[in-house]
C-alpha cells in the first residue's frame, strides 16, 4: 500500500482556515493525502466557530491545537498549501524543496455582526474550503500554482 502524500496548510494565525482545511483533508481524503496544519504567528487556541461549523459538517476540531510552521519546518512535505495572503508572503524556506500552492480565503475570524451573521460567514468560508481545495489535492495539489 502506498502511503499517503503530506500536506502542510498554512496559515496566519492557525487557527480558523488552515484547521478547517486540515480537518477536511485528513477526513475526506485520508487515501490520498496527510494534512497537518500551522501558523506563521499562532493564535492561542482554535477558534471556537471554526470547530462548531465543522462539527456541523461531521469533523470534530475541539481537540486541534494552533501550531507554529517553525515546528514542522523539518518534515517531508508533498506539498505545502497557503490560504491566506499573509501566510504566502511571509512563508518560510524549507530545508528542501517543495511544491507550493495559493489558495487564498477570507478570514472568518474577521467577521462582525451577530453571533448567527458571523456563524454564516465561518459556514461560507468552510464551504469554499472544501470546494476549492479538496479538488485541488484530487488533481495532485497541481491547481492554483
Excluded: Y
Amino acid at each position: 500500500m502506498r502511503r499517503p502524500k503530506r500536506v502542510l496548510i498554512l496559515c496566519t494565525g492557525n487557527s480558523c482556515r488552515s484547521q478547517m482545511a486540515e480537518g477536511f483533508v485528513n477526513h475526506l481524503l485520508r487515501d490520498a493525502w496527510e494534512a497537518r496544519s500551522a501558523g506563521t504567528r499562532p493564535a492561542e487556541r482554535v477558534h471556537p466557530l471554526a470547530v462548531a461549523v465543522m462539527g456541523e459538517a461531521g469533523i470534530d476540531l475541539s481537540g486541534a491545537r494552533p501550531q507554529s510552521v517553525t515546528a514542522v519546518l523539518d518534515e517531508p512535505w508533498d506539498l505545502v498549501v497557503t490560504v491566506c495572503d499573509s501566510a504566502q508572503e511571509s512563508c518560510p524556506v524549507f530545508p528542501r524543496p517543495v511544491p507550493r500552492i495559493h489558495l487564498p480565503f477570507e478570514d472568518p475570524a474577521l467577521a462582525s455582526g451577530t453571533e448567527a451573521e458571523r456563524l454564516a460567514v465561518f459556514r461560507r468560508v468552510r464551504d469554499e474550503i472544501r470546494a476549492r481545495l479538496l479538488p485541488a489535492l484530487e488533481q495532485g495539489g497541481r491547481a492554483g500554482r
